[in-house]
């Protein structure tokens, strides 16, 4: 393949992601659910491992140490991080992504605690984006964005 022909391939993928971008952010909450059934179930996993991994990364720097290894996380956080996925494919801002969270938490019964307890279903972060500390925010933003790199190295988008 010679430099030139390279090249424009690498300017039409980066070109058709920032079309699928502009298009993802003006999708309804009917099409980004569409949108993810046409997600791979591999692609998914892949994409909520490296966004839960990064997250508990970022917590043990913080000095939280209550996120576990991808292996040993309960299927409830697992299932969790497998539906922030699609929002953030779909193009969801940390809010949205956070909006989202606590919907599913409220959902399945969870309310706001001190402290994280799975056996209580109490969560500190069971408020507002608004009202999050900032380091709870940025846990929001890297992994909307881990999610969306994942993607796009898995060529979804």
């Given at each position: ?20 971008m502009?298009?993802?952010?003006t ?5 980004k ?15 909520a491992?490296?966004?839960h991994?990064v ?26 991080a ?48 608004a ?27």
């Amino acid at each position: 393949m010679t430099e030139r022909v390279r090249l424009m391939e690498q300017t039409q993928r980066a070109f058709d992601k920032e079309i699928a971008m502009e298009i993802a952010q003006t999708l309804t909450e009917y099409e980004k659910s569409k949108l993810a059934e046409t997600v791979h179930n591999d692609t998914i996993e892949a994409c909520a491992r490296a966004g839960h991994e990064v997250n508990r990364a970022y917590c043990l720097a913080i000095g939280d140490t209550s996120q576990p290894a991808w292996e040993d996380a309960p299927e409830w956080q697992k299932s969790s991080a497998r539906n922030g996925v699609a929002g953030a494919i779909a193009g969801n801002t940390p809010k949205q992504s956070h909006e989202s969270w606590l919907a599913e938490k409220t959902a399945t019964g969870w309310k706001y605690g001190p402290v994280k307890d799975p056996e209580k279903k109490e969560h500190p972060c069971f408020v507002p984006y608004a009202e999050l500390p900032p380091e709870q925010r940025a846990k929001d933003h890297l992994y909307v964005t881990v999610v969306r790199a994942m993607a796009g190295a898995l060529g979804v988008l």
